[in-house]
T-cell receptor, first 112, second 118 residues
Framework: DADVTQTPRNRITKTGKRIMLECSQTKGHDRMYWYRQDPGLGLQLIYYSFDVKDINKGEISDGYSVSRQAQAKFSLSLESAIPNQTALYFC???????????FGPGTRLTVL | GENVEQHPSTLSVQEGDSAVIKCTYSDSASNYFPWYKQELGKGPQLIIDIRSNVGEKKDQRIAVTLNKTAKHFSLHITETQPEDSAVYFCAASTTGPFPGGGADGLTFGKGTHLIIQP
């Protein structure tokens, strides 16, 4: 089984809709991250969390919010989706004894 | 904040030849430099990393070099094979002195599409 899972894998939605992307990890790590990937732009950090009580904004947090429901779960929400939020979204996790970030398979989001 | 530049954006090499991808970073406080490989439809996967107290690191056909003075680091792949075809990303971050010391997220380069020609 995959260490980091993301649901849904693909989602098409309309402008103005609220949408939630979910991430779960089974590695027992405390740190979780959300990144956005656009063609030709690499990955950009949206939010990160060091534990369930610690949430931090990344470089592109505007228009997004997150919830750390448990150590293993970290959700990303778009309160009112807009077309320029069409992208690939990746969740990642790392632990206290490693620098390696383990990425999920990604969610492809299309906002019409 | 940190800014990471990566070149080239596309690299085509003959199978068996070497490939080199270069990155520069701006924040002298960055001390951790991983390289990720992303295959189509998958998330990035770490292939090698280096900390700022080391100048070079090798793992079989893959090596990474770091020049702290010039703030640049490079990925070297020797004896390239078809399965090396993918997008490669460099990244930088500031962590503690030991693994897991507190990475505030990675700053990525824009990626290099490596094509291995048969």
């Amino acid at each position: 089984d995959a260490d980091v899972t993301q649901t849904p894998r693909n989602r098409i939605t309309k402008t103005g809709k609220r949408i939630m992307l979910e991430c779960s990890q089974t590695k027992g790590h405390d740190r979780m991250y959300w990144y956005r990937q656009d063609p030709g732009l690499g990955l950009q950090l949206i939010y990160y969390s060091f534990d369930v009580k610690d949430i931090n904004k990344g470089e592109i947090s505007d228009g997004y919010s997150v919830s750390r429901q448990a150590q293993a779960k970290f959700s990303l929400s778009l309160e009112s989706a807009i077309p320029n939020q069409t992208a690939l979204y990746f969740c990642a996790t790392t632990g206290q004894d490693t620098d390696t970030q383990y990425f999920g398979p990604g969610t492809r989001l299309t906002v019409l | 904040g940190e800014n990471v530049e990566q070149h080239p954006s596309t690299l085509s090499v003959q199978e068996g030849d070497s490939a080199v991808i270069k990155c520069t970073y701006s924040d002298s406080a960055s001390n951790y430099f991983p390289w990720y490989k992303q295959e189509l439809g998958k998330g990035p996967q770490l292939i090698i990393d280096i900390r700022s107290n080391v100048g070079e690191k090798k793992d079989q056909r893959i090596a990474v070099t770091l020049n702290k003075t010039a703030k640049h680091f490079s990925l070297h792949i020797t004896e390239t094979q078809p399965e090396d075809s993918a997008v490669y990303f460099c990244a930088a971050s500031t962590t503690g002195p030991f693994p897991g010391g507190g990475a505030d997220g990675l700053t990525f380069g824009k990626g290099t599409h490596l094509i291995i020609q048969p």
